[in-house]
């Protein structure tokens, strides 16, 4: 996880655009500036970060499955539920899946999980539009490659 730069996905694990699904993985980093003060002397991921995680997975998925075309913009959150704290040095497992695609919106579902155990989940919806710019969709593909997309999908695009 790179909080400083927003990304916080570490790598996709699996990609089944067939099935619709996505699974990744990210370790919450050790130190950040972010866990002085959420909380002081008891650092806690913020459950923002934690939505936007499950955002930016979903996000990944979406964009596989629009062939590298078109960029989703989170739109909503709904019945997002917060479990239990996440804490500095935890590996995160996070799941996406899609439930509609159409009519320029897609929804989706994710789950975050430490240990195998849910954390957090929440259904997610996007707004998908063309990319903005042809080098905005390159640098793109060159993050995808750092994440380790299957190459052959952003290829295709």
Same mark, same amino acid.
């Given at each position: 996880? =790179? ?8 790598? $996709? ?15 919450? +980093?050790?130190?950040?500036? $972010? ?10 991921? @913020? ?24 960029? +989703?913009?989170?739109?909503?959150? &709904? ?17 996406? =899946? ?10 989706? &579902?994710?789950?975050? &999980? ?9 259904? $997610?919806?996007?707004? $998908?539009?063309?990319?903005?710019? +042809? ?10 490659? =750092?994440?380790?997309? @299957? ?7």
């Amino acid at each position: 996880m =790179r909080l400083e730069y927003f990304q916080l996905v570490d790598r $996709i694990v699996a990609l089944d655009l067939a099935g619709q699904t996505i699974e990744v993985e990210a370790a919450v +980093p050790q130190d950040s500036t $972010i866990f002085e003060g959420h909380f002081p002397g008891h650092p806690l991921m @913020p459950g923002v970060l934690l939505i936007e995680s499950m955002a930016q997975t979903c996000g990944w998925l979406l964009i596989g499955l629009e062939n590298f075309t078109r960029m +989703p913009f989170l739109a909503a959150v &709904k019945e997002a539920k917060l479990r239990t704290f996440v804490t500095p040095g935890q590996r995160l497992s996070i799941f996406g =899946r899609l439930v509609h695609l159409g009519s320029g919106y897609a929804v989706t &579902k994710a789950t975050v &999980k430490v240990d195998g155990k849910a954390v957090c989940d929440a259904e $997610i919806t996007f707004r $998908i539009v063309p990319f903005p710019r +042809p080098e905005f969709r390159a640098n793109m593909e060159a993050v995808a490659h =750092r994440l380790g997309y @299957p190459l052959e999908i952003a290829a295709h695009g």
